[in-house]
């Protein structure tokens, strides 16, 4: 087989996993190698499902021992079979890394013979391309579970970041979709990451050229929309591990449906691609915004509201807190204004030492004022173009397609029924608010 | 207080030129209709003043920015000049003159009118140059890597200390061909140079090769129950992908060596690219 087929087949089967940023790490190659990364990652392409392609991502084999049902290279499949030599694969990355394709490797496997052959596997590939190549752009490698810690450790010499996929964001979603696996299995190894990482950052205290250990942190993945868990789970579950296992990234997979099998959703089944839109904008908000888990989701709400993205829910539902004054609030509440995103905010923070907002100058620094106006005042006024009678909030909190969206579904009196799915106990009760929401819900059906 | 006067000043295009403007409407307290370069079309109805270059004012100049206003001011004054915003030299005299006035604190007037177009122009070169970090495809000819790309601002200054780091030991040269010029690299050297056409040979079999194999990693990569050319087009604007390999352009690919002796193809075969 040559080098051309090996690269569609296993491509092909690496292409559900979605991390491909080269980000978290900035480096500069030595005289006499090759490569450089910049923390804020760069994205070489993008393909045609408007992925960003940082790396090339592919699978060492895509040859599987194991049999997990949502997986294309479960060993039941029926699907033709590769695997890269080290050599190959380390020639392509190199050669492809030259011509600008690509900013490195995101290098991952099935288990071919066992997890420590094909962990040794996957660090041939790596020592070519560290050693021999002299290569220092960036390297993303998946711990392979139930591979040895020692080779565990030896890639994570080697690469820049390592990840391992929970895929299913429970035990019972485990036991029944992989049978191989476990909590156990998964969280193991990611704890043994941790730990050498914090080791390591002594060593580095210590000796300054103490070699780096997986710099860019580590990461996972969890599959959405394969198993019944709520998207409450799944974001107390990224918490966590954004916490307790000080991971870098949590991405999330709406699942694809590859196969029929009746734990499954059937094989038509279009892929959740909203709720992994939500739990991504949500993720954004842990991270960046200074909220926590259960401020945007709790046990009465255990999922993201459909048409507004769980920042203006949260805001919807804390009335209270606004409106907020521009030229005083302190920076981590201007970060709660929908319609204000990081850089805003930063912006405002910066312009209102040299003068007194208004209206007009938000805008010039990048406020989206549509959004914004409801939640905010400018030297004590609201925005003085805006009648609130007039105005469809919640209108102007959806977006474009959501709006069409939501007049597709619904007839005229569904659509107000359907008023009590955003359930919105507004705390200051602003009785024409309410009474907007209706109208202006009725206005465009 | 200068006064607006109905003059507009035309230099030669340097950097240097335009700190002369700068020191010219200080000078002459006034502030012109606008700074134009040579070429600009003499329609207009208002006297033109020339502002011959002058390293002397240069200097006293642009050492007066970093005393005066900072080093962030600088370093930005000369970002803006590389963008493609028209108006650039103008604005950049009135940005500086609010700087004098406010010292670094103009930095953060970005509710200001003028700050703001600045800060927006400066924004949309950045961005590009960002993008191009990632979507600059090199051939390799002979050893040599060679890219080409057409810009709306002028990036090349920032795209150079990215491409040396990633590639300290390679020959590269990237060549603007918005601008006419061409940053050229070697070990531990490079410069920007003017380069008026660009010939390419042949590729190589190498060369063909990893070409379709990147096609074939791009087309595979994707997930086709999520196709979404819209969104892919947001982030990555048609006018990038002429040159880009995925999108096999054979015109591009394919070229043959059709013109004259010029350019690269002189630079190539000559052992030094200096
Ligand atoms: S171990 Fe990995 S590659 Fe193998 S079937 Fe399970 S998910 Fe797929």
């Known amino acids: 087989m040559d080098v051309f087929e090996k690269l569609k087949i296993l491509t092909d089967a690496a292409k559900y996993d979605v991390a491909c940023t080269s980000s978290g790490v900035n480096k500069k190659t030595p005289k006499g190698g090759i490569g450089s990364a910049a923390a804020c990652g760069i994205c070489h392409s993008f393909s045609a499902d408007g992925r960003c392609i940082s790396l090339l991502k592919v699978l060492m084999t895509n040859v599987c021992a194991y049999d997990c049902k949502y997986c294309v290279n479960r060993h039941s499949n029926d699907t033709p079979r590769a695997a890269f030599t080290p050599r190959e694969l380390a020639d392509l990355t190199i050669n492809f890394y030259r011509r600008n394709y690509i900013e490195g490797l995101f290098l991952s496997s099935g288990v071919l013979k066992n997890p420590d052959y094909t962990c040794e596997q996957m660090i041939e590939t790596l020592r070519i391309l560290r050693e021999e190549y002299r290569f220092f752009g960036y390297i993303h490698a998946k711990a392979i579970p139930g591979a040895d810690s020692a080779l565990v450790s030896r890639l994570g010499m080697l690469a820049d970041r390592m990840s391992i996929n929970i895929e299913l964001p429970s035990q019972d979603s485990l036991n029944l979709l992989a049978p191989d696996k476990s909590k156990h299995s998964i969280l193991t190894p990611m704890r043994y990451i941790q730990n050498r990482i914090q080791e390591n950052s002594m060593d580095l205290v210590k000796y300054k050229h103490a070699p780096k250990f997986v710099p860019a942190g580590q990461s996972t993945q969890m599959i959405i929309g394969a198993t019944p868990d709520t998207d409450l789970q799944i974001l107390n579950l990224t918490e966590g591990l954004y916490k307790k296992y000080k991971l870098k990234r949590v991405f999330f997979s709406a699942y694809m449906p590859v196969i029929e099998n009746s734990f499954l959703p059937t094989i038509d089944t279009e892929p959740p691609l909203w709720r992994e839109h939500r739990l991504y904008q949500a993720d954004w908000l842990l991270r960046f915004y200074g909220f926590a888990a259960n401020e945007l989701l709790d046990e009465q709400n255990q999922s993201f509201n459909p048409y507004v993205d769980p920042k203006c829910n949260w805001a919807l539902h804390h009335l209270d807190f606004f409106p907020m004054d521009v030229n005083r609030a302190p920076y981590s509440d201007l970060l709660r204004v929908p319609g204000i995103g990081v850089n805003s905010a930063k912006r405002i923070v910066t312009a209102r030492r040299m003068t007194t907002l208004s209206f007009e100058s938000l805008k010039k620094l990048g406020v989206v004022l549509k959004r914004a106006q409801y939640f905010i005042t400018c030297k004590g006024k609201k925005n003085e173009s805006f009648k609130i009678t007039e105005n469809a909030i919640l209108q102007s909190l959806m977006s474009e397609k959501t709006r069409k969206e939501y007049q597709m579904k619904f007839s005229q009196r569904e659509a107000i029924d359907q008023l009590s799915l955003f359930d919105m106990p507004f705390k200051v009760q602003p009785n024409f608010l309410q009474e907007d929401i209706v109208k202006c819900l009725q206005q465009q059906m | ?274």
């Open chain 2, 1 to 274: 207080m200068p006064t607006t006067a109905n003059v507009v000043y035309q230099y030669d295009g340097s950097f240097d030129g335009l700190l002369c403007s700068v020191f010219e409407s200080y000078d002459k307290k006034e502030i012109p209709l606008d700074i134009v370069l040579p070429d600009a079309t003499q329609m207009m109805l208002v006297p033109i003043k020339n502002i011959p270059t002058d390293s002397g004012k240069a200097k006293r100049v642009l050492a007066s920015i970093p005393a005066k206003i900072g080093f962030l001011a600088l370093d930005f004054v000369q970002h803006a000049f590389l963008t493609c915003f028209t108006q650039k030299e103008l604005y950049i005299l009135l940005f500086l003159r609010l700087g004098y006035r406010h010292g670094a604190n103009v930095m953060e007037m970005l509710a200001d009118d003028v700050v703001h177009t600045m800060v927006k122009a400066v924004r949309h070169l950045d961005r590009e140059s960002h993008l191009f970090k990632g979507f600059i495809r090199f051939s390799i000819f002979n050893h040599i890597l060679v890219a080409e790309i057409e810009p709306k601002n002028y990036v090349l200054p920032l795209l150079l200390q990215h491409f040396c780091e990633r590639y300290p030991e390679e020959r590269f040269l990237i060549y603007d061909k918005t601008h006419g010029m061409a940053l050229v690299y070697q070990p531990y050297q490079s410069a920007i140079i003017p380069i008026d056409d660009l010939v390419l040979p042949e590729p190589d079999e190498a060369e063909e090769s990893y070409r379709e194999l990147w096609q074939v990693f791009y087309n595979t990569i994707e997930i086709k129950g999520r196709h979404n050319p819209k969104c892919r087009m947001n982030l990555m604007p048609k006018r990038y992908w002429k040159y880009m390999t995925e999108f096999g352009n054979t015109q591009y690919n394919h070229r043959k060596v059709l013109k004259g002796q010029d350019g690269l193809l002189k630079a190539l075969s000559h052992k030094e690219l200096f």
